[in-house]
């Protein structure tokens, strides 16, 4: 099993900033990849970024050059830097977790986290 509690969420006026974190507990997986996907009202989960346990990073075009993300792989946790808010960022962000048995490479499996509300005001 994996757990994912993630911090950071709140409400900010545009122009703004907010840091979520997103911590993993587990003892018998390791991490693959960690990201951060979003749930507007009325829309999709869509990604916003991810980065795998060697440093690669994807981001979403809309976030490109406001968000970045980072991970620490020995507190299994990861980041995501939001700076220049804007109101159409308001979302419940998720964390996600990509893991395989620590004795196997194979499968991998997906853990969310439980979300935190941003709320971006105009």
């Known amino acids: 099993q994996v757990q994912l509690v993630e911090s950071g969420g709140g409400l900010v006026q545009a122009g703004g900033s907010l840091r979520l974190s997103c911590a993993a507990s587990?003892?018998?997986?390791?991490?693959?990849?960690m990201g951060w996907y979003r749930e507007a009202p009325g829309k999709q989960r869509e990604l916003v970024a991810t980065?795998?346990?060697?440093?690669?990073?994807n981001y979403a075009d809309s976030v490109k050059g406001r968000f970045t993300i980072s991970g620490d792989n020995a507190k299994n946790t990861v980041y995501l830097q939001m700076n220049s808010l804007i109101p159409e960022d308001t979302a419940v962000y998720f964390c996600?977790?990509?893991?395989?048995?620590?004795?196997?490479?194979?499968?991998?499996?997906?853990?969310w986290g439980q979300g935190t509300q941003v709320t971006v005001s105009s």
């Open positions: 980065v795998t346990s060697d440093g690669n990073t």
């Open positions: 996600e977790a990509l893991v395989t048995p620590r004795t196997a490479r194979s499968p991998t499996y997906q853990y």
């Open positions: 587990t003892s018998t997986f390791s991490i693959k990849l």
